[in-house]
């Protein structure tokens, strides 16, 4: 088999996706592990890990309210910050509920919708 | 995410293999809700919870993966927003219902409040890590100096 035949062989195209799509999580998940591997139990370096790490997933939703992708692009902006608004209110004053509060999100997106 | 899991995971064998599969399961969902729950469990029930939580969420995300991508095509606008609204409202309740220190909650307030002026500075490819390593920088600082204060 000549490196043409190799090259334009159909499984490539999944091949070259799972090496791509597998190793940049797969080299910093080994070096996070044996990093934390080597730290003790009480080390500072856990909570400033933790503070990195959170501010990153709620930069990451601040993210997708104001610069949504497919479909949740069609809703008002409007919508969508009352949508989360309302949802982490929800859950702050009903019996701190995560489902509850991602139910009155959803429900305040939608009905922006049909306004 | 991996290294501020680990410690909630550490049992007194600790063995490299169970290690590295706990590694391979942490994804946002399994790392809020575990970061939350597993310190009210027993040492020795924190490990068995988190592996059967994550392995829970993998089945059902790649069947979910699968089934949408078969109704996709079929689907309105309005349920499809909404599906896409799903991963801002859980994610941010999520997180706020694990924030039990002040260095957390300043964490969410940086993270949600200067996405904007990060990307607008930087753009959007390395925003996210820019604001990550300097805003958690921050938060943490906060925190030194609020319990520097109390004592």
């Known amino acids: ?115 | 995410m991996t290294i501020a899991i680990m410690p909630l995971l550490r049992t007194p064998r600790r063995s490299l293999l169970v290690e590295v599969l706990s590694a391979h399961l942490v994804a946002v969902t399994v790392w809020t809700e575990c970061l939350r729950r597993l310190p009210k469990f027993p040492e020795n029930e924190r490990l068995p919870y988190f592996l059967g939580f994550g392995f829970a969420c993998i089945i059902l995300s790649t069947a979910s993966t699968l089934l949408g991508y078969f109704v996709i095509d079929h689907m309105n606008v309005f349920i499809a927003a909404g599906m896409l609204f799903l991963t801002p409202a859980f994610f941010i309740l999520s997180v706020s219902a694990g924030a039990k220190s002040l260095s957390d909650w300043c964490a969410i307030a940086i993270g949600l409040g200067f996405q904007p002026l990060s990307e607008k500075l930087l753009g959007p490819e390395i925003d996210l890590l820019a604001i990550g390593l300097l805003g958690g920088s921050c938060a943490y600082v906060i925190h030194r100096m609020y319990l520097r204060g109390l004592s």
């Open chain 1, 1 to 115: 088999m000549g490196l043409s035949d190799w090259i334009n062989d159909p499984f490539i195209p999944y091949l070259v996706l799972i090496i791509f799509g597998f190793l940049p999580t797969e080299i910093w998940r080994l070096a996070g592990l044996f990093f934390a591997r080597r730290l003790s139990i009480d080390s500072e370096v856990f909570i400033w890990v933790r503070c990195v790490a959170t501010v990153l997933l709620a930069a990451v939703v601040t993210k997708l309210v104001l610069s949504p992708v497919g479909a949740l692009a069609t809703v008002s902006l409007i919508g969508r910050i009352a949508g989360i608004i309302s949802g982490v209110l929800a859950y702050l004053i009903f019996r701190r509920s995560i489902a509850l509060g991602v139910i009155v999100a959803e429900t305040v997106l939608m009905t922006s919708m049909i306004l």
